[in-house]
Nanobody
Framework: QVQLVESGGGLVQAGGSLRLSCAAS????????MGWYRQGPREEREFVAA????????RYADSVTGRFTISRDNAKNTVYLQMNSLKPEDTAIYYC????????????WGQGTQVTVSS
């Protein structure tokens, strides 16, 4: 059974930094991509960043480009999100996502970690 466990969320002042981690376990198939999404109060879940597992290619939402960096550790099946210059509008629950599968690609989600940025 695939499990994604996020950590690293918390409360930080505007301009500060946080580093999120997401460790995947129970993988019996190839990982295609891992990424981060977020959902603010009264908002829909939105894409933040993603990394292709094999090549390391990255993609970011316009709102976080230049401030957030996604990286991976293949050996640990872990993805990270370094968040710098945080803004109050970054406040949200951050969810880890994994896409993978050998025949059928499936999507898996973590339980989420709260990030709160105070002004």
């Amino acid at each position: 059974q695939v499990q994604l466990v996020e950590s690293g969320g918390g409360l930080v002042q505007a301009g500060g930094s946080l580093r999120l981690s997401c460790a995947a376990s129970g993988l019996t198939f190839s990982t295609t991509r891992m990424g981060w999404y977020r959902q603010g109060p009264r908002e829909e879940r939105e894409f933040v960043a993603a990394i292709t597992w094999s090549s390391g290619a990255t993609r970011y939402a316009d709102s976080v480009t230049g401030r957030f960096t996604i990286s991976r550790d293949n050996a640990k099946n872990t993805v990270y999100l370094q968040m710098n210059s945080l803004k109050p509008e970054d406040t949200a629950i951050y969810y880890c996502n994994l896409l993978g599968g050998d025949i059928v690609t499936r999507s898996y989600w973590g339980q989420g970690t709260q990030v709160t940025v105070s002004s």
